[in-house]
């Protein structure tokens, strides 16, 4: 008889966990690697409190909790308490496959007196998990997750897929970007698939009043924009956009998205600008139409396997540029100051 493998990568020995919430994109997940899809039963106690209880076999197992960030406050303490549980039930890993991640614009102290939210949420997720695997995570400011996560991350990118969508189903795209931040995303899809790119200004006033500002595309006349972005927060960004490009002379445009966040009514205020609207199920939303399982299902196969790996990688958090030292920024968070 063939040795069962014992390794955490190998579909015996690992455990798709979802929050609940996250169960169609964990039954994908599992699909894809052919892993073991694991069920927890949670609920609220009558004064409020969070109850939880995994109802899948977690011993010497790798467990992959999913669990999207999109709106987190909610439900992290059940998360944490989940990760907290598994390990306690003796799983040899604990890990977070969340899609989305969540607190990431706040990375400066904008006025006096702000909580910067990002590395405080880090270190609270750090100290729960053995590794993070996420989903174009709102990269700005810091280059990269490791200066504010302290365990091993995966960060993963959608821009391949959403211009392979975008090459599948729009003719003669012109990719343009919102503000200067998304240049990375378009300039990305838009050498995937040979077209050519644009990208707006933003000057961000407060948490939902945003101003964007065209330059000259008249060039590209005749192509059909898309617009493309990381976040759809509170819509704003690409409704303003969207607003703008029939006052050069554009057909409505198309929207593709990563992180279909859509606060309020947003998505219907957008969609009454735009001919389509798609986005990766990061975050559930009728607006999915490019699944992320394949992605994510080859990070976790070929994430490493030896627990060793993980102690090794745990280290001190990085050096951080001192708040006090950068001072106070004058705009508000999200955003680059213009
Ligand atoms: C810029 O910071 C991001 O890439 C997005 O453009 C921004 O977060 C979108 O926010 P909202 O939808 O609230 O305008």
Redesign the pocket.
């Known amino acids: 008889m063939t040795p069962v493998d014992k390794r955490p990568g190998t579909p015996a020995m690992r455990l798709i966990l979802p929050l609940p919430g996250n169960e169609i994109f964990a039954r994908r997940l599992a699909d894809e690697g052919g892993w073991e899809l694991g069920a927890m039963e949670t609920r609220r106690f009558p004064d409020g409190e969070t109850y939880v209880r995994i109802l899948s076999e977690v011993k010497d197992k790798a467990v992959d909790l999913v669990c999207t960030l999109a709106r987190p406050d909610d439900g992290f303490l059940r998360l944490i308490f989940a990760a907290d549980a598994a390990r306690d039930l003796g799983a040899r890993q604990v890990n977070l496959v969340a899609p989305y991640l969540s607190y990431m ?1 706040q990375d400066r102290r904008f006025q006096p007196g702000e909580a910067v939210t990002s590395r405080s949420f880090a270190r609270l997720v750090s100290s729960s998990f053995d590794r993070l695997l996420t989903v174009d995570p ?1 990269l ?1 400011r810091y280059p990269a997750l490791s200066p504010l996560y302290t365990m091993p991350t995966d960060t993963l990118h959608a821009a391949p897929l959403l211009a392979d969508w975008i090459a599948a189903e729009v003719d003669k795209p012109l990719i343009i970007g ?2 200067e ?2 240049d990375q995303w378009v300039s990305a899809i838009a050498a995937r698939i040979g077209a050519p790119h644009a990208v707006l200004r933003k000057v961000r006033h407060g948490d ?1 009043h ?1 101003e964007v500002k065209l330059p000259d595309l008249s060039k590209w006349r005749g192509r059909q924009p898309v617009l493309a ?10 409704i303003e956009a969207a607003r703008q490009l029939p006052l050069q002379g554009f057909v409505r445009p198309v929207v593709a998205v990563v992180h279909a966040i859509f606060a309020d009514d947003s998505f219907q205020r957008l969609a009454a600008l735009c001919d389509r609207i798609v986005s990766t199920d990061s975050v559930p939303h009728e607006s999915n139409s490019v699944r992320l399982a394949s992605l994510v299902g080859n990070a976790i196969a070929s994430a490493p396997h030896d627990e060793g790996d993980l102690i090794r990688h745990r280290r001190p958090p990085e050096e951080l540029d001192e708040v006090k030292q950068v001072g106070f920024d004058s705009f508000p968070a ?2 680059p100051p213009s």
């Open positions: 614009r709102h700005h919102p503000d931040e998304s939902r945003v972005d990381d976040i759809a927060s509170s819509g704003n960004t690409l999200s955003d």
